[in-house]
């Protein structure tokens, strides 16, 4: 398989989105369907890939997530005229895979399948093709009574009895890179649709004698094309069940799979249970025995051992072994919260490290701190990070106690063991093992009630 490229065609508007966005740019979960295909091809074994670039070339490029090469194609004339523009790329030497950007479903596996049996016939070209209910639309796959390859016709230049063919070219080839810069030079666009067709390559191949077979892909899904709002939604929900099963068949309980969205490259460890209405996305790890959802997102994190996350958001962070978060907390990013931590209801933490046994309970902010093991946090207490213009650090250590309804003015630091005085406002070090109260002594106006009355 060496040397192998691939050339992913993604010029097209794609005007059945009605979008302000190029089509192969929507995303399916938490990934655009161009990074899935860029994705298959790179499995599949793909060393270089191009993608053909057109209709709003700058955000195509900006969105894709891998080092890949991108060629324009200025005037959308044809799958065939798309490969051409990719004739440098494509060169003379080994293999190269045809794709497209909206065929999201496509997999690493099925395009090896395809290269091995590519290989294994001596093939010029080997075409994907699959067997559907209803073909209108697509290019037909043209066999004599042998079943020998004979064409793939486009289905507006079928015949009659050709549009009776059930079976479809799915757009995605493997093709010997000299044969295909070759038999392109040969392209015109004489045809229904006066565009120049890819498919008609497969002619002047054949014409050499050479061998061009069609492949038959069993799993229809995967060469599922991405037109509209509501094939993105199909192919959502395929590939959302895909990820899911996966999973399940790995050991870990989702209570229901169909409200349950799970990025490709999240990885989940057995007996970890996810309630409904939870989305995991990104490259986030999630080990074993924990407790997830309902009602959560968690977005590029780690999540270790025996964790509890209920009904609350985490965003790049790290929470470790017998945590629990929630229900309704916010972790924002570069958050690292350690073992056996207790995150309560509607705490908020951001860009800070919890040290392992902290007991953050209830509504608190914890913004910029560095906060040591045992600490304890009473009830609403703000970290004032922020003074207008700065945001300053607050550390505070091991052992300490904070009163419920503190303020702790940044910079500032609370010592090991410290105490601070519920209500109070801190704005100066306090010493271990000290007392710091910052806030007026009460008084008590004898019967003034009675007076302003
Ligand atoms: C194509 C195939 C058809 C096949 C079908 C499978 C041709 C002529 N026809 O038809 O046999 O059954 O796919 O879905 O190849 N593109 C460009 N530049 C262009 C034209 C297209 O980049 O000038 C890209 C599009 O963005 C799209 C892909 O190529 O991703 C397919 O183009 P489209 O026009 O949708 O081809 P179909 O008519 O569906
Ligand atoms: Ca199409």
Known sequence: MNGLKAVILAAGAGTRMHSKLPKVVHKILDKTMLDYVIEAAMEAGAEDICVVVGHQSDIVKDEVSYDVQFVLQKEQLGTGHAVMMAKDFIGDEGNVLILFGDTPLITGDTLSKMVNYHIEHKNAVTLL???????????????????????????????????????????????????????????????????????????????????????????????????????????????????????????????????????????????????????????????????????????????????NIESSTILESNINNNTTVGPYAYIRPNSHI??????????????????????????????????????????????????????????IKDNAFIGCNTNLVSPVTVENSAYTAAGSTITKDVPAYSLGIGRARQINKEKWVNKKR
């Open 129 to 307: 093709s699959t067997i559907v209910d209803d073909p209108t639309g697509y290019g037909r796959i043209v066999r004599d009574e042998t079943h020998t390859f004979i064409r793939s016709v486009e289905h507006k230049d079928a015949s009659e009895k050709e549009k009776m063919i059930k079976e479809i070219n799915s757009g995605m080839y493997c093709f010997d890179a000299k044969h295909l810069n070759d038999s392109l030079k040969t392209l015109n666009n004489n045809n229904a649709q006066g565009e120049y067709y890819l498919p008609d390559t497969l002619k002047t191949i054949m014409a050499k004698q050479l061998n061009v077979n069609a492949m038959i892909c069993d799993i229809y899904e995967d060469i599922l094309g991405v037109n509209s709002r509501l094939q993105l939604y199909q192919a959502n929900q395929i590939m959302q069940k895909r990820i899911n099963y996966k999973h399940m068949e790995k050991g870990v309980t989702i209570i229901n799979p169909t409200n349950t969205y799970i990025s490709k490259d999240t990885k989940i460890s057995s007996d970890t249970i996810i309630y409904p209405n939870t989305y995991i996305e990104g490259k986030t790890e999630i080990k074993k025995n924990c407790i997830i959802g309902p009602n959560t997102r968690i977005i590029n994190s780690y999540i270790g051992d025996n964790v």
């Open 338 to 395: 350690g073992e056996n931590v207790k995150i309560g209801d509607f705490v908020e933490i951001k860009n800070s490290t919890i040290g392992n046994n902290t007991k953050v309970s209830h509504l608190t902010y914890i913004g910029d701190a560095d906060v040591g093991s045992k600490v304890n946090f009473g009830c609403g207490t703000v970290i004032v990070n922020y003074d207008g213009v700065n945001k300053h650090r607050t550390v």
